[in-house]
């Protein structure tokens, strides 16, 4: 197949390529491309830009224009031929039959290059100029995507159980101008992967290699998390810049058992260290620092946002839970089975152990009826005489 190029300008000037034995692919290239995107296109002797190009035509022939100009000079001499002969014949039967019609002259042109393609139906510049739209289109996407993937910049690995904590990291990174649509932190909204991922490992994966920053909040929690355990030796075996933050009490030695014990590792409470986290963050992503003053303020603000989460995390744990209050009423009731003071003993307890039980059970039906926390912290906390932080405590567990 051949293609066929011409091209007229505002001027009227004219030029054509002619016989370019190219791919689709190729034209495309050489001449919707710059066509379409306004760039000089060159044709024959002719440069020119887009919006001098008056007319342009792309056609396809199964012959060259060399090999349909021989063909068409061979029709031509056999028509003169044939009509030659015929001419002897009338000669000869003309000398018997008187009404012998003489023949006429067989019409003959030499062959004509632009009159030939312009008798062509089909110009080719609509259809290849979409193809090229389409593709592009594609290209586009996939560039998206691309683009979507590398522009994480950190990766917070960390337990879902820890996902206060990690909220208010990614808080304070966004304070000095981290764009949280370059964090990856699964459990925080705008920061998670997106819904329908095929592949939700691999996507893990590729994100931890392409960020160039790795946080793993490491803690009781993240040990006990495969995931976890996961991400970390998929972040180990990157060139990024590795973070270790401790939280909720984790120690440095239970840090040494695991392949990031030669990363670099910090306290999260630590006013100090996390100032050297921003500053590790600004020079690795290029991010201008904001005021000292500012940035002194957010890190306070952050570290007591993070004792309030340490504080409520410890309480949670130091309170008995609905099951081992009752365990204790039941062990008391063996223990003194048989003493004659069983009564008073129980007596004694019940109503503590009844009480915190009660008020669980009515936080419970609160919640469920969709009552707000804080009506619900304030109406219990009068009716039992409690502290509105101690009825807040068993918020977490919903």
């Not at 296109?41 to 349909?68: A, D, Y």
Request: glycine share 4%.
């Amino acid at each position: 197949m051949y293609y066929q190029i011409m091209i007229k300008s505002q001027t009227e000037e004219e030029a054509f390529d002619f016989d370019k034995k190219l791919s689709e692919e190729e034209v495309i290239e050489n001449y919707i491309k710059p066509y379409v995107e306004n760039e000089e296109v060159i044709v024959g002797t002719l440069i020119l830009k887009r919006n001098t190009i008056k007319e342009m035509s792309i056609k396809k022939t199964n012959n060259s224009l060399e090999e349909l100009k021989i063909i068409t000079e061979n029709e031509n001499n056999i028509k003169l031929k044939n009509y030659e002969r015929a001419c002897n014949e009338y000669q000869r039967r003309g000398l018997i039959f008187n009404n012998v019609t003489p023949p006429k002259k067989p019409r003959t042109s030499p062959f004509n290059k632009k009159y030939y393609l312009n008798s062509l139906p089909d110009n080719l510049l609509v259809e290849l100029k979409k193809k090229y739209e389409e593709r592009q289109q594609k290209l586009n996407n996939q560039n998206i995507n691309q683009i979507s993937l590398k522009n994480k910049k950190i990766f917070i690995s960390h337990s879902s159980k820890d996902e206060k904590y990690a909220l208010e990291l990614v808080k304070l990174l966004e304070a000095i101008g981290v764009d949280k649509v370059d964090i990856v932190c699964t459990t925080i909204s705008g920061t998670k992967l997106k819904i329908g991922s095929d592949d939700y490992l691999e996507e893990i994966k590729r994100y931890i290699q392409e960020s160039p920053i790795f946080v793993c909040l490491f803690s009781e929690n993240y040990l006990e998390s495969s995931m976890c355990m996961c991400e970390m030796g998929a972040g180990w075996i990157t060139k990024n810049k590795k973070i270790v933050i401790l939280i909720t009490g984790t120690n440095f030695n239970k840090l040494e058992n695991t392949v990031l014990s030669k990363s670099h590792g910090m306290k999260i409470e630590d006013e100090n260290e996390v100032g050297e986290l921003l500053e590790v963050v600004e020079d690795e992503l290029h991010i201008e620092n904001i005021k000292y003053t500012q940035k002194k303020n957010k890190i306070e603000s952050f570290i007591r946002n993070i004792k309030e989460i340490k504080d409520s995390y410890n309480k949670k744990k130091s309170l008995p839970t609905k099951e081992s209050l009752l365990d204790i009423k039941d062990d008391l009731s063996q223990t003194f089975k048989n003493k004659s003071n069983i009564g008073e003993l129980i007596g004694q307890n019940k109503g503590p152990i009844c009480k915190m039980i009660d008020l669980e059970d009515e936080v419970t039906k609160a919640i469920n009826m969709g009552m707000p926390r804080h009506a619900i912290a304030m109406s219990l906390a009068e009716k039992y005489n409690i502290p509105p932080g101690e009825v807040e405590s068993y918020f977490d567990e919903y």
